[in-house]
């Protein structure tokens, strides 16, 4: 990562207790949080922990804290490492697969973006920073990761931290926090092809709509690479693959059988977590989100949330 998400050290060494200063931190901790969890439920909950044990302290030990930003950074990463730990029990009896909460870009964000009709934001989904740090991709790599690789990597080579600094908040030496980092790139390297430009996905995922749409085979098989994978989220709630669906003409078939069992089934072209992705809505209500990554020019995973409490961001209230 070459563009940190958020200012990092420069906010860090804040040495004002003033209020608005330390509410003003919420949105840096927002993007921290969620980049950690890959859950906008849980960031939001980590982010409530961390103001909450903020304020439980008596006036004159805020005052007494040097940097108030660096606290509020430490304890949220904590509370986030914690979360990271029990999340593992929790996801090996989750029903099916896991796949990060995925987000919309403001301006398509349902209940309205700031604007219209809203003085601020009322809702974290309003304050992540879409960058390459949260593409779908990316978070699916973050989450094969042990949690301190995953919080060495995200304070220094996204959010620039100096090591010295992430020693400190995760409680272990720089030199640990160097390798933890070293090693969660390797998995990056590993795992990520390269990039494909956003026109060109936003092409390709419009010709696959179409094609969806058009109850195409032939087409979706030729936009999808021979060795695609698709990967379903319904958390037990509602009915979707609970494992992988492997290879272009399988996947095909499968999207089709959908549309004959579902229909009226609309499909919408959106941003999601940064990268253009597709919407499904039914009867005006959004039942799926879908994320793509590309590989030479074909459409090489397909990650689809139909988890009802992963699409808060994209539903109405």
Same mark, same amino acid.
């Given at each position: ?31 921290l ?18 103001y ?17 930003? *660096? ?5 949220a990463?904590?509370? +986030?490492?914690? &979360?990271?730990? !029990? @999340? #593992?029990? %929790?996801?090996?009896?989750?029903v099916g ?26 809702d ?5 920073t ?11 790599v ?24 992430? *020693? ?8 640990? +926090?160097?390798? &933890?980092?070293? !090693? @969660? #790139?390797? %998995?990056i ?5 390269p ?5 060109g ?6 010709h ?13 098989v030729?936009?999808?690479?021979p060795?695609?994978?698709?990967i ?12 992988p ?8 078939r ?8 579902v229909?009226?089934?609309?499909l ?6 940064g ?7 039914h ?13 030479d ?10 988890n ?10």
């Open positions: 990562m070459s563009t940190p998400s958020e200012p990092g050290p420069a906010a860090h060494h804040r040495s004002e207790a003033d209020p608005a200063a330390v509410v003003g931190e919420r949105r840096r901790l927002i993007n949080a969620y980049r950690l969890l890959g859950s906008l439920a849980e960031a939001e909950d980590a982010v409530q922990e961390t909450t044990r903020w304020y439980a302290m008596p006036r004159r030990q805020q005052e007494a804290i040097e940097s108030p930003a *660096a606290w509020l950074t430490t304890v990463t904590r509370v +986030c490492l914690d &979360l990271l730990g !029990s @999340a #593992r029990a %929790r996801r090996e009896r989750y697969e896991w796949i990060p909460e995925p987000l919309p870009d403001r301006a398509e964000w349902i209940s309205g973006p700031v604007g219209a009709g809203r003085t601020g934001p009322a974290p989904a309003d304050w992540v879409l960058d390459e740090s949260v593409n779908m991709a990316f978070l699916v973050l989450e094969s990761m042990t949690p301190a690789e995953r919080v060495a990597f995200i304070l220094h080579d996204v959010f620039r931290y100096p090591f010295a600094e992430v *020693a400190e908040i995760v409680g272990r030496t720089p030199a640990a +926090c160097r390798q &933890l980092a070293s !090693s @969660a #790139r390797r %998995r390297r590993a795992a990520q092809a990039t494909a430009p956003t026109a996905q936003a092409g390709l995922v419009r696959f709509k179409h094609a969806w749409e058009a109850r195409d085979i032939p087409a979706l030729d936009l999808l690479d060795d695609a994978t698709m379903a989220d319904g958390g037990g709630m509602v009915g979707t693959a609970l494992r669906v492997e290879g272009g003409v399988h996947i095909a499968y999207l089709i059988g959908i549309a004959d069992r229909p009226g089934l609309t919408l072209e959106r941003t999601v977590n990268r253009p992705g597709l919407v499904a809505q009867s005006g209500v959004t039942v799926t989100v879908a994320a793509f990554d590309l590989n020019g074909r459409i090489s995973r397909i990650w689809a949330v139909r009802p409490e992963k699409l808060r961001p994209w539903s109405e209230d």
